[in-house]
Structure formats: C-alpha cells, structure tokens
C-alpha cells in the first residue's frame, strides 16, 4: 500500500502564490504517473496537471503557464508551483500517483483558497 502525505495548501490573495507537496511511502514499486486534481462542491473531480515517469507535463488550459508541476523520483514526491492565482484556482487539491504494481492512491487533500 502506498500512502500520500500532502502539504502547503492554504489562504492566499489573488495573483499570489503557493507550492503542494505531496510525498509517496509505504510499499512503493515504481511510481509512473504522478498528478494533481482539484474538486470544488457540485463539480467533479478535474485532473489540474499530471508528470509521468520520463517528466511530460500536461496541464488543464486554466493553469497553462501559471501552474508548474514537477516530481523529484529519488524522494517520491511531486511538487505543483501556483503563481499568478485566481478565485477560480480555489479547491481542495488531491495529489494522485499511479505506482505500477500497487495501483492508484490518493492523497488526503489540501485546500486552497484564493480572495479577491
């Protein structure tokens, strides 16, 4: 089983900044693709950026060239930066990874919000 630690949520004014963390341990084979998802009330969960194993970024059009995710695979952990930020990036954000023989897990969640 593999367990996910998050951190670095928070209350922060619009075009300010924070950075998830999101730590992987337990019995971890080999994590492949590692993202974050966020989830406001009344709407599903959406995938906000995902890093596979070789580092290819994929971002939802509203974060593009706000949002960076990166992973660092020797600690298990993934990181996603949040610059310029909006009202509409608030949510509680859900760190995913999908280890290949372990399956998916996901993260307790962290809230974000943002004011105006």
């Known amino acids: 089983q593999v367990q996910l630690v998050e951190s670095g949520g928070g209350l922060v004014q619009a075009g300010g900044s924070l950075r998830l963390s999101c730590a992987a341990s337990g019995s971890i084979f080999r994590i492949n693709d590692m993202g974050w998802f966020r989830q406001v009330p009344g709407k599903q969960r959406e995938l906000v950026a995902g890093i596979t194993i070789g580092g290819s970024t994929k971002y939802v059009d509203s974060v593009k060239g706000r949002f960076t995710i990166s992973r660092d695979n020797d600690r298990n952990t993934v990181y996603l930066q949040m610059n310029s930020l909006k009202p509409e990036d608030s949510g509680v954000y859900y760190c995913?990874?999908?280890?290949?023989?372990?399956?998916?897990?996901w993260g307790q969640g962290t809230q974000v919000t943002v004011s105006s």
């Open positions: 995913y990874v999908q280890d290949s023989l372990r399956g998916g897990s």
